[in-house]
């Protein structure tokens, strides 16, 4: 997930301050909140929340985090080979 932040982030939020990691505090707090939601998922959060029973997150963080994937997932294939091919991975297992 901080990985794809720092992606969006670098591509939607250019001229914001931003931290060590190289996110702003709008997309440090989203991520902080998707991973603190998906560490007490009641499925054992694999890393896949689309394809989960229960969605944890709700209204604006939802689709906060859907604008987030939308745009950096396509580009993990090419910063983040290995990150995602063990995504994709993960995904065909579940």
Not at 42 to 48: D, K
Not at 68 to 75: D, F, S
């Amino acid at each position: 997930m901080e990985a794809i932040g720092r992606i969006y982030c670098s591509g939607n939020h250019d001229g914001i301050e931003k931290d060590a990691a190289g996110m702003c505090s709008e997309c440090r707090e989203a991520i902080e909140q998707t991973l603190a939601r998906a560490a007490s998922c009641p499925h054992g959060h694999e890393g896949n929340c689309q394809d989960c029973e229960t969605h944890c997150q709700r209204g604006e963080a939802q689709a906060r985090i859907k604008a987030i994937m939308r745009y950096a997932a396509p580009r993990m294939a090419f910063r983040h080979p290995i990150m995602a091919f063990d995504y994709l991975r993960k995904k065909r297992r579940g």
